[in-house]
C-alpha cells in the first residue's frame, strides 16, 4: 500500500484488536498504533507504536507526516457511565479529538477517517424494536449527546468540505482479548470472567433489559469493510446489529455451558442508560451498501469467550 494508517486509542477496547487485524491485512510496518499509553504486548510488539494525546493537532500532525499517513482510525472515546460521571471532560475529549481528525481530514492531510458512533444515539423516544436507520434521535446521555453531535459534524464536513469519513453505530462489543472500560454494555464482558473465575455474577442491570450486542470480530470486519466501501454518496454512521439478549438470556445461555452458573441483579444507575437505548437495531441499510453480515450468533459467542477466557484467567 503506499500510505499508512494510523489508529488514535490502539490500547482500547476495540483498538487492539483493530490494530492486529489491520496488520494482517496491510502488514505490519503499515500500520501505526497510537494511544496515551502503552498497548498490550501484542500490538507492542507487531509493529510501530507512537505516544500520541489526540488533543493535540500539532502532534498528530506531526506523527502523520513522520510516517506518511493518510488514514485515521479514531477509536478514542470515554463511554457512558464515565461521561456521566464527568461530562465536560468526555464532551471535550469526544468531541475535539474528532475535530481535530476532521480538521486535518479539511486540510487535505488526512484521506479517509474512521470515526465510530454508538447505540447511545438513540433515546427514550426513539422506538426499540428494530430500531430504523432514520428516526427519532434524541439521546439522553452525556455519552449519547457527544456521539450525535459527532454524527452532525461528520456530516456537516462531508457536505462542506468534501471529507470522506465512515462511521458505524456499534452496538455493545464483547471481546475475550480485550475488556471495556465505563460502558453500560460492559456487564455482557465481566460476566464471563465471574462465570469462570466464581460461578456467579451479580449484574448491574435488571434481568429483563434487552441491549444490541455484538461479537468483536464481526464489529471489525464491519469496521474495516465499511472502510473499504465504495464511497458513499453523502456521510452516514451505519446502525449495524448482530444479536440482542437480556442479563438473563445471556445467563442461560452460559449455563448450558456452565450449569452450575448463577446470576443475582443489583441494579444501579446504569440501569437508567440502558433503558433509554434500543433492544435490536435495523440495520438493513449496512447489508445493502456493503453487504453487511454477523457471523456469530449468541450461542458461539459464548462458547467463544469462555474457551477463550479459559486460558487467559
Ligand atoms: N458500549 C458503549 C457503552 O456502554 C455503548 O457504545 O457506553
Given amino acids: 500500500m503506499d500510505s499508512k494508517i494510523l489508529i488514535i486509542g490502539s490500547s482500547g477496547q476495540i483498538g487492539t484488536e483493530l490494530v492486529l487485524r489491520l496488520r494482517e491485512i496491510y502488514g505490519n510496518e503499515n500500520v501505526v498504533a497510537s494511544d496515551i499509553r502503552k498497548g498490550n504486548y501484542e500490538v507492542m510488539e507487531s509493529g510501530p507504536f507512537e505516544f500520541l494525546d489526540v488533543t493535540s493537532k500539532i502532534d498528530i500532525k506531526e506523527v502523520l507526516e513522520k510516517h506518511q499517513i493518510k488514514e485515521v482510525y479514531l477509536m478514542v472515546a470515554i463511554l457512558s457511565v464515565i461521561a456521566e460521571q464527568n461530562p465536560q471532560k468526555a464532551w471535550d475529549l469526544n468531541m475535539n479529538s474528532l475535530f481535530n481528525i476532521l480538521d486535518l481530514a479539511k486540510d487535505g492531510i488526512i484521506e479517509k477517517i474512521f470515526w465510530p458512533s454508538s447505540i447511545a444515539v438513540f433515546g427514550p423516544d426513539t422506538p426499540k424494536i428494530n430500531t430504523p436507520q432514520d428516526t427519532i434521535i434524541k439521546p439522553s446521555t452525556v455519552y449519547g449527546i457527544s456521539k450525535l453531535a459527532g454524527e452532525n459534524w461528520c456530516a456537516y464536513y462531508s457536505q462542506k468540505y468534501g471529507v470522506d469519513v465512515r462511521s458505524i453505530r456499534y452496538p455493545g462489543l464483547i471481546s475475550y482479548k480485550t475488556t471495556p472500560g465505563g460502558g453500560t454494555t460492559d456487564y455482557a464482558v465481566e460476566i464471563f470472567y465471574e462465570a ?118
Fill in 196 to 313: 469462570i473465575k466464581r460461578k456467579s455474577y451479580t449484574c448491574f442491570l435488571e434481568e429483563n433489559t434487552v441491549l444490541p450486542m455484538m461479537y468483536m470480530d464481526d464489529a471489525i470486519n464491519a469496521t474495516i469493510q465499511v472502510m473499504q466501501a465504495e464511497r458513499m454518496s453523502s456521510y452516514i454512521s451505519y446502525n449495524l446489529g448482530a444479536f440482542s439478549f437480556s442479563p438473563k438470556e445471556l445467563a442461560e445461555a452460559i449455563q448450558k455451558q456452565i450449569p452450575e452458573f448463577e446470576i443475582n441483579y443489583k441494579p444501579d444507575s446504569r440501569q437508567e442508560i440502558a433503558k433509554t437505548w434500543p433492544q435490536s437495531i435495523d440495520d438493513s441499510q449496512a447489508k445493502n451498501d456493503w453487504d453487511w453480515e454477523a457471523k456469530t450468533d449468541l450461542d458461539q459467542m459464548v462458547i467463544t469467550m469462555l474457551q477463550g477466557l479459559h486460558y487467559r484467567i
